[in-house]
């Protein structure tokens, strides 16, 4: 799939879940503030959906390191964090709640980008302005294979799912990076300022696939798989 990155689901009795844990409390309450430290003393971010979830990691070829994870939240007793923290306000009346998942907890190492780009540099002496671009760019198009890479991952088991509906609550600049590949998402309520702004979706997966397919088919093979005949 990847050149430089392994994308793999992690089960909950895999000892590299724990390390999921930390990349998410590295992330999270370290690099962004989005949760507090005193409420994860032994430095994992770990939460009651967690159990209810498939979680899938992105690990880097050259050292195998987690850089990245997701999580997809299926139905659990506690519901789903989207509806404690959003609005809600389309009709759900036709979901069978046992269809419904939500996809959370995307999370990717900082540290990781700063390692990759300091590969480059050269003994430590100031880059030119051009370089300085030219590693931004680089870095950017790290973050984005990686995100989408995830989100592959959840692609291809929501295939295994009939029926399975999909929350979401996103930024502006993710909701962007999706749509530009093909990943549509249907609104479903207002933008509330939780972890910054976010807007809550909900989509069917038979319409983000449909649709997909439609405005970028080679990548809808790709996500689901298949090979293109040469």
């Known amino acids: 799939m990847s050149e430089y990155f392994d994308f793999k689901k992690v089960e909950l009795d895999d000892p590299l879940i724990e390390e999921v844990y930390r990349l998410r409390y590295k992330v999270y309450c370290d690099e962004w503030g989005f949760e507090r430290p005193e409420d994860h003393p032994e430095g994992v ?9 498939l979680h899938y ?25 989207i509806e404690q923290h959003c609005t809600i306000d389309v009709d759900r009346s036709h979901i069978d709640p046992g269809c419904l998942a939500e996809v ?3 999370a990717i190492s900082k540290d990781y980008r700063r390692r990759a780009s300091d590969n480059l540099l050269y003994e430590g002496h100031e880059l030119p302005d051009q370089e300085s671009r030219r590693l931004a760019i680089e870095r950017r198009k790290a973050d984005n294979e990686i995100v989408l890479g995830l989100y592959m991952c959840v692609f291809r088991e929501c295939m295994q799912r009939p029926g399975i509906h999909i929350y979401m609550a996103m930024a502006r600049g993710l909701h962007l990076l999706l749509k530009r590949v093909g990943f549509f998402f249907d609104p479903a309520g207002p933008e509330i ?16 696939r449909d649709r997909l397919a439609e405005v970028n088919p080679e990548y809808a093979r790709l996500c689901a798989g298949v ?4």
Not at 45 to 53: A, F, G, R, W
Not at 64 to 76: D, E, M
Not at 227 to 230: L, V
Request: charged share 25%; hydrophobic share 35%; glycine share 6%.
């Open 193 to 208: 300022d939780y972890h910054g702004l976010r807007a809550p979706y909900l989509t069917s997966f038979q319409s983000i």
């Open 57 to 81: 990691v992105a690990i880097a070829k050259r050292d195998a390191q987690v850089i990245g994870t997701i999580r997809l939240i299926l139905a659990s007793p506690y519901g789903f964090p």
């Open 227 to 230: 090979t293109s005949a040469h």
């Open 104 to 106: 959370s907890r995307l």
């Open 45 to 53: 971010e770990k939460d009651e959906y967690d159990d209810y979830s």
